[in-house]
């Protein structure tokens, strides 16, 4: 079954505690990116990558790092969470060309 | 740059009632719209994208080039519609450029 995979789902973790929320999609897809969803302001990128070795800032890198060295995994880290990273984290991933996107089942975090 | 308005967050109707959630645009290029879907913070699910001209679920959108609009409608509401909708936009032309999305809207459909 093609899908993109989160880990954790759940997770409430202490400011300054480094986390990594891992993202994986068994489609061989080459473009992966992140997005955090927050009431009222909709959708925002994070990072994107189109590629092995290729990422880009999305809207809102500030506090978040990525890498993408193999073509399946994208991993969201957070060196130093802060509060205001409390959200819902998604993953997503298509093939190159105007293809679907797909979304992974999300990741809420909570910083405290 | 490109930008994704949805004027309302809160959209409540009957059933069986017709609905239409906004979303608005704004890109000098030749944009492709999406509508997507999300129930219960599920993960998000593609609903339609403009190119296809279909209807999923009874919604069907149309692409309004001058009112740079690509409003979602339904002719009578269920109950099981109601859930968070986002608009979203895919500027560029190449390959699996990245989705601006509207700040949503929630659909309640009340019995």
């Known amino acids: 079954e093609a899908q993109v995979t989160q880990n954790p789902r759940y997770l409430i973790t202490v400011t300054g505690k480094k986390l990594t929320v891992t993202c994986s999609q068994n489609?061989?897809?080459?473009?992966m990116s992140w997005y955090r969803q927050d009431p009222g302001l909709g959708l925002r990128q994070i990072y994107y990558s189109m590629n092995v070795e290729v990422t880009d800032k999305g809207d809102v890198p500030e506090g978040y790092k990525v890498s993408r060295k193999e073509k399946r995994n994208f991993p969201l880290i957070l060196e130093s969470p802060s509060p205001n990273q409390t959200s819902l984290y998604f993953c997503?991933?298509?093939?190159?060309?105007?293809?679907?996107?797909?979304f992974g089942e999300g990741s809420w975090l909570t910083v405290v | 740059a490109q930008r994704v308005t949805q004027p309302e967050k809160l959209l409540s109707v009957f059933k069986g009632a017709p609905v239409e959630l906004k979303c608005n645009y704004s890109?000098?290029?030749?944009?492709?719209l999406f509508w997507y879907v999300q129930y219960s913070r599920q993960r998000l699910q593609l609903l339609l994208r403009?190119?296809s001209r279909e209807s999923i679920k009874g919604f069907t959108a149309d692409l309004n080039k001058g009112e740079t609009s690509f409003h979602l409608k339904k002719p009578f509401a269920q109950e099981e519609d109601s859930a968070m909708y986002y608009c979203?936009?895919?500027?560029?032309?190449?390959?699996?450029?990245?989705?601006?999305f509207g700040e949503g809207t929630q659909l309640t459909v009340n019995p």
């Open positions: 997503a991933s298509s093939p190159l060309g105007r293809n679907t996107i797909y």
């Open positions: 489609m061989n897809h080459e473009y």
């Open positions: 403009h190119i």
């Open positions: 890109y000098s290029g030749s944009p492709e």
């Open positions: 979203a936009l895919r500027a560029g032309e190449t390959s699996g450029s990245r989705l601006t």
